[in-house]
Structure formats: structure tokens, C-alpha cells
């Protein structure tokens, strides 16, 4: 069974940073794209970071470049998200998903999801 279980969230103020962690069991984790999305309350869900074997880091998310790290343990099969500088508009539930196309380009649909982390960021 494929299991994605994020971690990390929390309650901070802005200008502070959270690490999330992605673990994945259950798949070959060098075979799979996995990426970061996010939801806020009322929007739709949008694509954040993503890191595969083939094509490297993708940030797709222009808001977050440059605050955001996407980087991967492949040896602890973990995926994480380094967020620095948050700001009240990065407020959202963060999940990751691994893709068995293993490429990141433009987009993931996401074969297996997490479960959510919320993230809020106080101003």
C-alpha cells in the first residue's frame, strides 16, 4: 500500500520558516515525480515545488521562488519543503504526491496523496 504522510505544519508568524516533510512507503521512490501543492480556504489548489529523478526541481509557484527549497532524501524515501520567509498568504493546507510519470515539467496529476498539513501564518 502507498503511503504519504506529511509533516511539519504549524501556527507562525510572518518572516519565520517551517520545514514539511513528505515520507513516502510503499513505491520505488526514485521511479516517482513527487511534488508539494497547496490549498487555501475558497481556492483552488496549486502546484508549489515538484523534484523527480529525470528533470530536477521545478519551482511552480512564482510566489515562492526564492523562499521556498524542495529537496529530497532519497535513502529516507522523504521529500521536504524548506519555507523561509512566510508570509499570510502562503496560509494553506500543503500535500504532497508522487506521479508515476516521473518527470515534473508543468504539472503533476498526482497518482497518491497525502493527507494535508496546515500551514497558517499569522501577520
Known amino acids: 500500500e502507498v503511503q504519504l504522510v506529511e509533516s511539519g505544519g504549524g501556527l507562525v508568524q510572518a518572516g519565520e520558516s517551517l520545514r514539511l516533510s513528505c515520507a513516502a512507503s510503499?513505491?520505488?521512490?526514485?521511479?516517482?515525480?513527487i511534488g508539494w501543492f497547496r490549498q487555501a480556504p475558497g481556492k483552488e489548489r496549486e502546484g508549489v515545488a515538484c523534484?523527480?529523478?529525470?528533470?530536477?526541481?521545478?519551482y511552480w509557484a512564482d510566489s515562492v521562488k526564492g523562499r521556498f527549497t524542495i529537496s529530497s532524501d532519497n535513502g529516507k524515501s522523504t521529500v521536504y519543503l524548506q519555507m523561509n520567509s512566510l508570509k499570510p498568504e502562503d496560509t494553506a493546507v500543503y500535500y504532497c504526491?508522487?506521479?508515476?510519470?516521473?518527470?515534473?515539467?508543468?504539472?503533476?496529476?498526482?497518482?497518491?496523496w497525502g493527507q494535508g498539513t496546515q500551514v497558517t501564518v499569522s501577520s
Open positions: 523534484i523527480s529523478n529525470n528533470d530536477g526541481i521545478t
Open positions: 510503499g513505491l520505488t521512490f526514485d521511479d516517482f515525480a
Open positions: 504526491a508522487a506521479e508515476g510519470f516521473p518527470f515534473c515539467g508543468h504539472w503533476i496529476a498526482g497518482d497518491y
